[in-house]
């Protein structure tokens, strides 16, 4: 069974979001992803200082098994991505939830986030799809 932080809302997509210290949110991809995944060798990404909108897709992560992509839950301007993917990939599968989160977004519309999920809803979500 994955693991699904409480704290944390939810894209059907399988990604993480959450609110940091400073207003923006931190995107990451749920461990059930990263398991279905495999082993990632590579993340790619959008720059720093992009507008992203609801559901673009924002990154490029290849594994073992498979070239997927990432998308944003919510709309607004790319402020970081986490450098250490770049030389340490694997550190979504190993910390999903944490030392592996993807980026930062600062928002431009934080009501799209009344379209995500929360943690029982998104664990219906993968209970649908087994």
């Known amino acids: 069974m994955a693991n699904i ?3 944390l809302m939810y894209a059907q997509t399988h990604e993480w979001i959450k609110k940091d210290e400073n207003g923006h ?7 059930h992803a990263q398991a279905l995944l ?11 200082g992009e507008y992203v909108c609801a559901g673009d897709d924002v990154a490029i992560a290849e594994s073992v098994k ?25 550190l979504i599968n190993t ?13 431009s519309d934080v009501s799209e986030l009344n379209n ?12 649908e799809e087994h």
């Open 38 to 48: 495999g082993d990632i060798v590579f993340v790619d990404h959008k720059e720093v």
């Open 95 to 107: 910390d999903a939830f944490g030392d592996g989160w993807l980026m930062v977004i600062r928002p």
């Open 25 to 31: 949110y931190i995107i990451g991809v749920t461990d």
């Open 116 to 127: 995500l999920l929360d943690s029982a809803a998104y664990q219906d979500v993968i209970a």
């Open 66 to 90: 498979a070239v997927s992509e990432i998308f944003t839950p919510i709309s607004g301007e790319v402020v970081a991505f986490n450098k250490r993917l770049e030389e340490e990939p694997e």
């Open 5 to 7: 932080p409480k704290e």
